[in-house]
């Protein structure tokens, strides 16, 4: 008999609500939920490989134990005490500090991993802490610590009233928002009066625009100056109801007087009518907002393109304005919360044992964990714990780093994979995967075009000899730390009890009293509760002293004068940027068929004048070198891609041998990161520089000559 559950896609930003229709314990279909609040029975491809990463022959159920290149089943009570000795081992031989912990992307839709694996990690009392923030989305932090007053308090488009909608370095018709979570971003976008793309690349977004602009990668932060000199030289700035509480607009007029748009052209690749028309386009339309995303952040000014972006907001009279950049009121508010404990987030309050790269939230740059690996002297990391990661295939010069992971003394990873990252562990506890365990976007909730709230509870029991992540971390941390980290860890109730307490205090819980929200109410709304549009937040939601915006922060003021000298830079060459696609997530949905059959999608997309000069066509294999390495690549002659740059999609890479992955081994593709400089990044924030990356092409065949 057929029965039918209400759950959450957690493969993606856009968190679509999902019916799963299940057989004798066989998943016979997923289909989008028509009365889901947000995404309204929308779905992407992903949400479909569910079933594929369910019923996973390669998904890892047990403990494994390496010896040598030998993998070996164990019990869970062996395969902790191991770990527990090592680790132990690595602290007391070497002190806190060579225990390194890396997280991946996954941990930001894992209710469980949030609740428990976040208090875990911090408890080890490393500095070595690790994540895929610093090759995603630190910049955008940063700005939201330094001009908000707390890390986490990052503005969203408000893209269900806005009228213009201009978009730099994002995608979200691929990605369905991404800090910005808005399932079926097409049909919002369609919505729009009128978009505009400004990106390196024709994207699938920029398919749906009005106007498309190529920029140069790794120049937005000089068109975003250029266009902060329009709004002040033609007297466009109008910060609205908001203007008692801003700080250092008239810094700001100075800082962009040296950056006229006539100056910037050269460097940017965008004209400067176009820049004057875009900025009188911003100031003058009453429901405006500017978005920028991941290629704003992975670039060598990603710190001051993301402060600038919010400042061209403000400046506009579009910040906490409905149709501007907003803010949520999220069931589950983890702002008080932080601000309870005293951390609101931190920048620079230590640097990294060997490069002095900045600290942040806690984390050091990834970019610095290979070095840290292999070098030398006290501090340096000697055991490692990676947790819903593959940083082999995710973090700038994989190559190197993957070298690096044989030589440290004991390394654990918690994931469900024997993939390119985990076959360097000395153990691997594979965790339950989505439909199995219960599920609230803890997270992205504060980041959602639309205020909602969701539990979802497990479609499958788990197994007996199954553990959830959550009990994983719980049961390291009782081992490693001692008898009083359950206590420290939420008492160890799991996540519901922590679910719970967060909604009755949240500002939709106790204080609306028999209308609060509580844990049994969301029980009984199988598909979601609408907690309606985003609201006017400022300036109370505001975490710094005196309840201010600080638009002219001296951090990014200090770091105007290196991007000054971009403008004198010799451009020669090609530059490499990363791409999304649509049914893919980073490295970890390549082992559903369904979503890497067809046609090859990791090839490399150059302009047809740059395959030209180099003797390319369209199909022809390439060497693609950097200072980093080389790789083999298949060829994509199109106009899609601006001249002088070249795009690989990240994520592929999957012909490493020991790896457990058989689908994703006969689509292996190759590792964009085998190129990409782990010495290139944003001197200001540590920030990967995974787009600008110098490379040379070359045809394949003049190799085989030689």
């Not at 299940?22 to 479909?48: F, H, M, N, Q, W």
């Not at 894992?110 to 994540?131: E, I, K, M, V």
């Not at 609060?516 to 907690?531: M, T």
């Amino acid at each position: 008999m057929a029965t039918t559950h209400r759950h959450s896609c957690t493969l993606c930003e856009a968190t679509c609500g999902i019916t799963v229709t299940v057989e004798r314990d066989r998943v016979t279909d997923i289909r989008g939920d028509e009365a889901d609040p947000l995404s309204r029975g929308y779905i992407c491809p992903k949400a479909t490989a569910l079933a594929d990463v369910h019923h996973d022959p390669d998904r890892l159920r047990t403990p494994l134990v390496r010896f040598g290149d030998e993998w070996v089943e164990t019990s869970w009570p062996a395969a902790f005490e191991l770990v527990a000795a090592g680790l132990r081992e690595v602290r007391e031989r070497h002190g806190k500090d060579a225990l390194a912990v890396y997280q991946g992307n996954p941990s930001a839709h894992n209710f469980g991993l949030l609740t428990y694996g976040l208090p875990f990690f911090r408890a080890l009392g490393t500095r070595n802490l690790y994540s895929a923030t610093s090759v995603d989305q630190l910049p955008h932090m940063l700005a939201a610590l330094e001009m908000f007053g707390h890390q986490l308090l990052m503005p969203v488009p408000d893209i269900d009233r806005t009228d213009l909608f201009v978009c730099l370095g994002g995608n979200p018709a691929v990605s369905n928002g991404s800090i910005m979570t808005a399932p079926n971003v097409r049909a919002r976008l369609k919505a729009v009066r009128r978009v505009v793309v400004i990106d390196p690349r024709r994207t699938e977004t920029a398919g749906l625009a009005d106007e498309h602009l190529f920029i140069r990668p790794g120049t937005d932060a000089l068109l975003l100056l250029s266009l902060i000199e329009v709004l002040f030289a033609e007297n466009l700035v109008c910060t609205g109801r908001l203007t008692p509480h801003l700080v250092g607009v008239d810094i700001l007029r100075e800082v962009a007087r040296g950056f006229p748009a006539e100056r910037t052209e050269p460097v940017t690749g965008v004209p400067a009518e176009r820049v004057r028309a875009l900025a009188r386009e911003l100031a003058e339309t009453p429901r405006a907002v500017l978005y920028g995303r991941v290629g704003v952040c992975t670039q060598e000014f990603g710190g001051l393109a993301a402060w600038l972006v919010v400042v061209v907001n403000a400046l506009t009279g579009h910040l906490d304005e409905p149709g501007g950049a907003m803010f949520t009121t999220p069931a589950v508010d983890v702002l008080p919360l932080a601000a309870l404990t005293g951390h609101r987030g931190s920048f620079g309050t230590y640097r990294s044992r060997v490069r002095g790269l900045p600290e942040f939230g806690g984390e050091l740059p990834v970019a610095a964990l290979a070095e840290e690996i292999e070098t030398p002297g006290e501090g340096r990391i000697r055991g490692l714990i990676t947790s819903a990661g593959n940083p082999v295939l995710s973090t700038p010069n994989g190559a190197r780093l993957e070298r690096a992971l044989d030589g440290l003394d004991f390394m654990v990873s918690i994931d469900p994979y024997l993939n390119e990252t985990t076959r360097h562990a000395d153990v691997i506890l594979p965790p339950t995967v989505h439909l199995e365990r219960s599920h609230y976007e803890l997270a992205l909730a504060n980041y959602s075009v639309r205020n909602v709230a969701k539990y979802s509870p497990p479609v499958f029991r788990r197994g007996p000899d199954q553990r959830h992540d959550w009990e994983i971390v719980l049961e390291l941390a009782t081992r490693v730390l001692g008898g009083g980290a359950p206590a420290r860890l939420l008492g160890g109730l799991g996540p519901e009890a922590v679910l719970e307490a967060g909604l009755l205090a949240g500002p939709h819980g106790l204080r609306k009293l028999h209308k609060g929200l509580s844990l049994w109410k969301l029980k009984r709304e199988p598909h979601g509760v609408d907690l309606g549009p985003l609201e006017r937040r400022l300036p109370g939601r505001l975490a710094t002293r005196g309840r201010k915006v600080h638009l002219a922060p001296k951090s990014y003021l200090d770091d105007v004068p290196r991007l000054r000298g971009l403008l004198e830079r010799e451009r020669t060459g090609l530059v490499l940027i990363g791409r999304r696609q649509l049914r893919s997530n980073n490295s970890w949905m390549h082992n559903s068929e369904r979503l890497v059959k067809g046609k090859p999608r990791c090839t490399l997309l150059v302009h047809p004048d740059d395959a030209r000069e180099r003797g390319l066509d369209d199909g022809d294999r390439a060497l693609l070198s950097s200072a980093s390495g080389t790789i083999a690549v298949p060829v994509e002659v199109t106009d899609a891609i601006m001249p002088g740059v070249v795009s690989l999609p990240h994520g592929w890479g999957h012909h490493r041998d020991g790896v457990r992955l058989g689908v994703a081994a006969a689509h292996a593709g190759v590792s964009a990161n085998d190129v990409t400089d782990e010495r290139l990044v944003d001197a200001l924030t540590g920030t990967a520089a995974l787009s600008g990356v110098p490379v040379e092409l070359t045809p394949e065949r003049e190799l085989s000559k030689s």
